[in-house]
């Protein structure tokens, strides 16, 4: 349903050129979840400005619904909806009329625009807002007032921009859940650009990471943990010799990818803790190495981009990246 082939964006700023995308192909099957992850800057919304027709692309193609959005901007348009960062309703309209008004945009007459209106209303759950000001509205519910927008004239693919951007958990999970109804209930393709880790590990079907304008990883959460990241392990022993003695047995133990060493404790990466983890601790036994504290942590998506990149994938309103979970020890 959407086909990227080696897209590419320039821009001028000045005498500098910014690269904001040098090489960005990827495929979304109709009905899926894409998610596109990546630091600040790293050029999604930019791919999604060209695959929405808004940005034409410096080099590269893509394909809409089977439309060039190059050759056939006008095409692609009548088939996607395009939601961005921004609140996208006025302020002078109440909500019903907004999204009529949006209807008639794209060519609807006035009594199916109303009908529509309605009908993504009560799809989102926000019937019950439909004469209020755009201006009297929460930050979830105007979020969900714009998905509406971009629904309205029944898009087969929809194009969201950081949708649960600045939301609170309780109003990120209630979009979320709605996004999955209209999958199910409308058979809609989504792509989406998200920050939010958990948010594309749990909700997207697959995942494209994209860094310094590259797609870097391609796959379903599981795949790209599996493969690109893997399980790790932490052992403390009693003493700084026994972590010596402890990283020194691992490394010379099978399927063990990585051995690091922090004061008494050794960390290891494997692609399969439940099976390293109880032949680690018999080695060490037989060593008789004390062992005081031993766990394993399964790999989060943003293992997976430190190990892609060296550098951790900033979090929202965690500035110094430092939020997410230092290993537990069981
Ligand atoms: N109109 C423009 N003129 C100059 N540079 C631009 C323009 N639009 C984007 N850029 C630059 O292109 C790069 C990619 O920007 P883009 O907005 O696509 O990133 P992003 O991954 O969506 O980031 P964020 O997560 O912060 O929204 C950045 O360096 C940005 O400053």
Redesign the pocket.
Known sequence: MIRAEGLR?T???GKET????RDVSFEVAAGELLA?L????????????MLTTLLPPTAGSAHIAGFDVAREPGLVREVIGYVG?RNAAGENHRIRDELAIQGRCYGLRLREARRRADEVLELLGIGELAGRLPGTLSGGQRRRVDIALGLVHGPRVLFL??PSAGLDPHSRAGLWEQLQRLRREQGLTILL?T?YLDEADQMAERIVI?DQ?RVIANGTADVLKADLAGDRLYVTTSDTDGARAAAALARRMAGIVEVTTEDRTVGLRCADADAVLPAYLRLLHHASVTVTRAGLRRPSLDDVFINLTGRRLEQPGDPSGNSIEEPTHA
Request: hydrophobic share 30%; aromatic share 4%.
């Open positions: 964006r821009f001028t700023a910014i690269e904001a995308v596109l990546g630091p600040n800057g790293a050029g999604k919304s930019t791919t999604m400005r960062q921009d950081e650009t920050h994209v304008g």
